[in-house]
């Protein structure tokens, strides 16, 4: 394991979203509606914010080497992530740094996910088991 995470790069399309609502069960109307999501002050549709976790989850998994490697994992949802009604739809763009290890020996990583240039979490960290 390298000390950074090589930035990865996730495209979300509202068909990514429609699915996700399908698997979650969140058929929120701010997830697939332009005029709901405006209504409540929204810039347009924006994705599940714990779709948007897991595709961090993902990254942090891919870089630890397993699934069950991830000790811990949180963050704080600080902006939403708009998704245009376009084939491109958005990107969120996740990297992170080794901030030190635990008592134990566990990696500690500090973790940015962004979208337009925007930070869309804060607080993110993961913990990684020791090898």
């Known amino acids: 394991m390298s000390d950074e995470l090589e930035p990865q790069t996730f495209r979300i399309t509202r068909a990514d979203l429609v699915r996700y ?8 109307f701010i997830h697939w509606s332009d005029r709901v999501a405006q209504s409540v002050g929204l810039p347009g549709v924006i994705a599940h914010g714990m779709f948007t976790m897991a595709l ?44 030190g290890t635990t008592d134990e020996g566990h990696t500690k990583l500090a ?10 979490l804060s607080m993110a960290t993961a913990t990684i088991r020791k090898r």
């Open 111 to 120: 973790l940015t996910a962004t979208c337009q240039g925007e930070k869309v």
């Open 56 to 99: 961090v989850g993902r990254a942090v998994t891919a870089w630890a080497g397993a699934p069950d490697a991830v000790v811990e994992y949180s963050v704080r949802f600080s902006r939403p992530v708009p998704v245009p009604d376009t084939d491109e739809g958005t990107e969120v763009v996740v990297t992170g740094t080794v901030k």
């Open 21 to 28: 609502a399908g698997a979650s069960g969140d058929f929120n």
